[in-house]
């Protein structure tokens, strides 16, 4: 994706072997980077949700483990680094995967050289990343093709997305965003409704954003409008990404994706996941009873950041002082629910037998990390 015109990826390693990362806590106001230095820096970051989004979350893990590994590169260190990674956000799966991905390069080496091995499988990992999204976007564009045919001329295609599943949730080009972008780069007349995603807003502040550096035309809507837009006739389908989807095709993402769902289903709007295979778990089968769905600090909910007039970021109470709140972030949807799920191999039902099919090496193989 382009920022001002310059061509960039959310993470990038520095001549230093730091790690360079946009802070996303800061957007859309303010565009800021940060260094990433040490495990601890790498850590606070998933934590604090300067990087999110699954996929960004497993590309952060990884480079995590190689600043680790440059402050020592013993057996045990490596043991600690993976640990206090994987505690930093329990649903997106993705987080595990990288850190079995990086445990499986460096474990068997001398410890002269896992710094180097990390840092190249980490690399390997952003890239499998980018081509991974080039995938969906390639097979989600059909879908987005076989409606825009029965458009009048320069009627848009209407996408409903819910979060941020796009450039910035990612390494680059995005999951549930990359047949959009694809589609729209085509020259096909594009209108996304981006749901703003209480209580973190990554709909309103994130996926908004990042639309509008693109050019693609879209509309935020307070959370509970899907449901009176899919009623009126004004959504063709909904794209949304995944945090973790079980071997039957349960998809664990961003809280409120199962009422957009249940809504699409009364509508008979076609209910789309963008998912990359490192997102599968294949050793989880019933999402609603396996899936652990992340609490966050009951402030996202009772708090709220945004800009003044004159360009001040201040955060500021909702809620009455004494009223609890909660905060769950994530929610399961059941895969009877979800139309197909598109992924870097093509658009597959949402089923067991499918996704084995179209992953048998995932399938067969079990995480070295536990997976829960
Ligand atoms: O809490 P976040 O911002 O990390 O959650 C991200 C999501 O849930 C996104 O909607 C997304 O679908 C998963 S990342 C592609």
């Known amino acids: 994706m382009k920022v001002d015109g310059k061509p960039m990826r959310t993470i990038w390693v520095e001549a230093d072997g730091t790690v360079g990362i946009i802070d996303q806590t800061k957007l859309p ?58 505690a930093t956000r329990p649903t997106a799966i993705n987080l595990k995967w990288a850190l079995d991905e990086m445990a499986a390069a460096v474990r068997n080496r001398p410890r002269a050289e896992r710094v180097a091995a990390a840092y190249t499988r980490a690399a390997e990992i952003c890239e499998e ?35 941020n599943a796009g450039w910035l949730a990612t390494v680059d080009g995005g ?14 007349a594009m209108h996304v ?26 509309t935020v809507i307070a959370d509970n409008a899907g449901g009176h837009l899919m009623q009126h006739g004004q959504v063709d389908l909904c794209i949304v990404g995944a945090d973790r989807v079980t071997a039957q095709g349960d998809v664990a993402n961003k809280i409120g994706t199962y009422l957009k769902a249940l ?22 089968g019933d999402g609603l009873a396996e899936i652990p769905i992340e609490e966050r600090g009951a402030d996202e909910v009772t708090h709220i950041t945004g800009a003044t007039t004159d360009d001040q970021i201040v955060t500021v109470r909702l809620t009455p ?43 067969a193989r079990r995480p070295a990390v536990a997976s829960r």
Not at 175 to 188: E, N, R, S
Not at 207 to 215: D, I, K, P, R, V
Not at 341 to 355: F, W
């Open 129 to 163: 990343d980018v081509g991974i999204n080039q995938g969906i976007g390639r097979h989600g564009l059909g879908l987005i093709e076989a409606v825009a045919i029965r458009k009048r001329p320069g009627e848009p295609v209407n996408v409903l997305t819910h979060c």
């Open 263 to 284: 809504a699409a289903q009364d509508n008979g709007v076609p209910f789309y996941i963008g998912l990359p295979s490192p997102t599968i778990d294949f050793a989880l």
């Open 321 to 363: 002082k004494e009223s609890r709140a909660a905060n769950y972030g994530f929610d399961v949807t059941p895969a009877r629910l979800v139309t197909a799920l598109i992924t870097e191999r093509g658009v597959i039902e949402a089923n067991r037998t499918a996704l084995a099919a179209a992953f048998p090496e995932r399938a």
């Open 29 to 86: 106001h303010r565009f800021e980077t940060r260094k990433l230095q040490s495990l601890a820096d790498a850590a606070h970051a998933i934590k604090s949700m300067q990087v999110r989004g699954a996929p960004l979350i497993g590309a952060a893990a990884a480079y995590g483990v190689a600043l680790a590994l440059r402050e020592d590169a013993s057996d045990a260190n490596l043991e600690h680094a993976c640990v206090a990674l994987a």
């Open 175 to 188: 999951t549930a965003l990359a047949p959009v972008y694809a589609a729209h780069d085509k020259g096909i």
């Open 193 to 218: 409704f981006v749901d703003e995603t209480r209580p973190r807003n990554q709909g309103a502040a994130l996926t908004a954003w990042e639309l509008l550096h693109h050019g693609v035309p879209h």
